[in-house]
Structures are given as C-alpha cells and as structure tokens.
C-alpha cells in the first residue's frame, strides 16, 4: 500500500460500504487499514466495511494529525478529499 508513517502520524480518508467517509489518524497506516477490512477496526468501519483508502497525509506528531482530523471531520462530505489535497499542496 504505502508504508507506516515511519517518522509521524497519519490522517486517512475511507470510503465505505454505504458510500460514507470514515476519517482516521494513526502511526501505521498499513496495519491499520487492514485492521479496518477485517473487521477489526472502529466500531463505524466494522459495521460499514470499507471500500478503498481514498488518500492520506503524513504529519509529524499525534496532536497536529488530531487537530487535522478534527477539522476534516467538520467539512461536508464534497469538501474532505479537496482538504487531503490542498493539505499535501501545502506541505510540498
């Protein structure tokens, strides 16, 4: 897929089942998402099962990750994978 987060954390972007987003942070991407697919994830995930990783962004330490998903979390659905790129637009 894309490698852990060697040196950071990860706000990640799923799409479900029911055609939901599920917003995620984590310091292993890959286990994580894998967590997620088997059913052992979070408790929305394992009731909607996902369909594809639609994007993540690395960050550097838990709270700016928390703080990211946070406000991805506050967007409306058309908004949150324009926040993933214009986010890796910034940090480029």
């Known amino acids: 897929m894309v490698g852990d987060a060697e040196n950071g954390w990860c706000l990640y972007l799923i799409e479900c089942r029911n055609g939901a987003y599920y917003?995620?942070?984590?310091?292993?991407?890959?286990?994580?998402?894998?967590?997620h697919v088997?059913?052992?994830?979070?408790?929305?995930?394992?009731?909607n099962p996902p369909l594809r990783l639609l994007g993540f962004r690395r960050?550097?330490?838990?709270?700016?990750?928390?703080r990211?998903?946070?406000?991805?979390?506050?967007l409306p659905?058309?908004?949150k994978l324009a926040?993933?790129?214009a986010d890796a637009a910034a940090q480029d």
Do not use: C, H, V
């Open 59 to 66: 960050y550097p330490d838990r709270s700016s990750a928390a």
């Open 77 to 79: 659905r058309e908004r």
């Open 68 to 74: 990211a998903e946070w406000e991805i979390k506050q």
């Open 38 to 47: 088997a059913g052992r994830g979070a408790r929305y995930t394992r009731a």
């Open 23 to 35: 917003a995620g942070i984590t310091n292993r991407l890959e286990a994580r998402y894998a967590a």
């Open 83 to 85: 926040f993933l790129q």
